[in-house]
Every structure is written in C-alpha cells, then in structure tokens.
C-alpha cells in the first residue's frame, strides 16, 4: 500500500488534486454557473502534463550534465520510468487535445496563450545552463502560472472581476510562492552538501525565512479585511480557507527538523492546496 501511495505522491497527484479542488473554489467564489464542466478536467490534465515533462527534462538534463548531484526520490522516480512517463504524457496530451473540442471559445483562447507561456518555460529551464540567473525566477514564475491557470480559466467566462477576486488570487499567488520558497529552503537543509541553485541558496535562509514571514502577515491580514469588507459569506470563507493555508505553510517552517522526516514537508505542503475542499 505504501509504495502506491508514494507512486501516486510521485506523479504529481496530489498537486493535480489540488489545482482541481482550488479552481472548484474559485468557480464557486465567481458566481458563474455553469461553469463548463471540462474546465476543471482540462486544468487537471494540464498541470499533470507540465509538472511530470518539467521532471522528465529535469532527469534528462541531469543524465547529459553529469553533474554528480543526487537525486531525489521523485526524481529517481521518473529517471528509472522515463520511458513509460513519456508514454503516459503522450496519451493524456491526446485526451487533452480531445477535450479542446467541448471547451467554450473564450477558454481555449486563455490556454493557448498561457500554455504557450508554461512550454516556453520549461524549455528555457531545460537550455539553459545549471546556474544561469534567470533560474531564480523559477519560484516567483511557476506560482503566477499555477495561480493564473486556477484563476483565469474561471475568469474568462465571467464578464466581471471584483476586488474580491483579485485580492484572493494574489494571496493564492503569495500561497503558492510561499509553498515553492519553503520547499527551496527545506530543500537545502535537506542537502547541505548539495552546491544546489535556488532562491534559497542565494538568498540565504535568514533572509528567506523573513520573506516567509512576511508572506504569511500579508496573506493573513489581507483574509481577515476580506472578512470584514466582502459581503458573500462564501467570499469570507474561502479567504479564511486561504488565510490557513498559509499559516500551514508557516508551521512548517517553523519546524524545519520535524517536518523534514520523511519529506513530511512535501507532503503537507503541498497538501494544503486540499484545503478549499473544506468550503466546498
């Protein structure tokens, strides 16, 4: 049972479970009904593709470079079924095509654009040398297309955005940052003999850890003067959704050598895109 789960963990599953249940909050929070039905499954299949092709060239580079770094179990996941992940990508890619097909106009439109955005992306990172600058983008960067693709994709078939909206998703965006930052810092504490190439390393811990802080301030304050001046109680509740998810995060990383056993700190974190299924 434990090795289907860890299988299940490697595949990106619970990010896409995540991405789908955020975006069903997002649907509700916009008062669209309907929305169309493909656009969660479309999400979902979307990020599964992204996040398994950016690790398969992850694990391709690493086999080119030779770099003699170690790697991750995850990454050890993919090196060793690389083969049968490019099948599995190919196919879901072809579903994905199909379903085009049903999708509204207005969303085809938006995926094309910002999938364009996401391939452009991860063949940059795959070109690009090991310590090239623009690599410490990649947080920053990977927490706007994640958060715009739960967002937008709902936003397109709406004729209004309020303020409501946006305030929450730029604390979504903070949420995701403040999850890949953590995820950098905890991943250097993982390795300290690891020359790895993040946010985390440049920065130094200290000052990333501040920016964490800071984050989750931001993102709490911002929850709870959504509470006091959005006047959908749904609206309430999902900031207070986004406001413990951040504080999730938070708990983490202040107990780095507790939540680092066993790589608890990957699974809670990203565990906490679960959340919104609370308001559900």
């Known amino acids: 049972m434990l090795t289907y789960i860890r299988t299940v963990y490697y595949l990106s599953f619970p990010v896409v479970i995540g991405a789908v249940l955020s975006n069903r909050m997002v649907i509700r929070l916009s008062g669209v009904d309907p929305v169309h039905w493909t656009t969660s499954l479309m999400l979902a299949l979307v990020v599964f593709?992204?996040?398994?092709?950016?690790?398969?060239?992850?694990?391709?580079?690493?086999?080119?470079d030779s770099t003699g770094q170690r790697l991750t179990e995850r990454h050890r996941?993919?090196?060793?079924?690389?083969?049968?992940?490019?099948?599995l990508v190919a196919g879901v890619a072809v579903l994905a095509v199909i379903l085009l097909f049903f999708l509204p106009p207005a969303v085809i439109r938006f995926g094309l654009i910002l999938g364009g955005i996401c391939v452009a992306y991860v063949g940059a990172v795959f070109r690009l040398p090991a310590r090239h600058p623009a690599?410490?983008?990649?947080?920053?960067?990977?927490?706007?297309?994640?958060?715009?693709?739960?967002?937008?994709?709902?936003?397109?078939?709406?004729?209004?955005?309020?303020?409501?909206?946006?305030t929450e998703y730029l604390m979504f965006v903070g949420i995701a940052f403040q999850n890949l930052l953590l995820f950098a810092v905890m991943e250097q504490l993982e390795t300290p003999d690891q020359s790895l190439f993040s946010l985390a390393t440049q920065w130094g811990s200290e000052r990333c850890n501040m920016i964490l802080r800071w984050l989750t301030i931001a993102i709490v304050v911002a929850g709870l003067l959504?509470?006091?001046?959005?006047?959908?109680?749904?609206?309430?509740?999902?900031?207070?959704?986004?406001?413990?998810?951040?504080?999730a995060l938070y708990g983490i990383q202040r107990y780095p050598a507790y939540f680092l056993k066993n790589e608890r700190y990957r699974w809670l974190g990203d565990g906490v895109f679960w959340m919104p299924g609370l308001v559900l």
């Open 226 to 247: 959504l509470c006091f001046l959005a006047k959908d109680r749904f609206a309430q509740r999902s900031a207070l959704v986004l406001v413990l998810m951040s504080i």
């Open 135 to 166: 690599l410490l983008l990649k947080e920053p960067l990977v927490a706007a297309l994640y958060a715009t693709g739960v967002w937008g994709s709902v936003w397109v078939q709406r004729p209004v955005i309020t303020y409501v909206d946006l």
């Open 49 to 64: 593709i992204i996040y398994t092709v950016d690790r398969l060239l992850d694990v391709r580079k690493y086999a080119m």
């Open 77 to 87: 996941f993919h090196y060793q079924y690389a083969s049968l992940l490019w099948r």
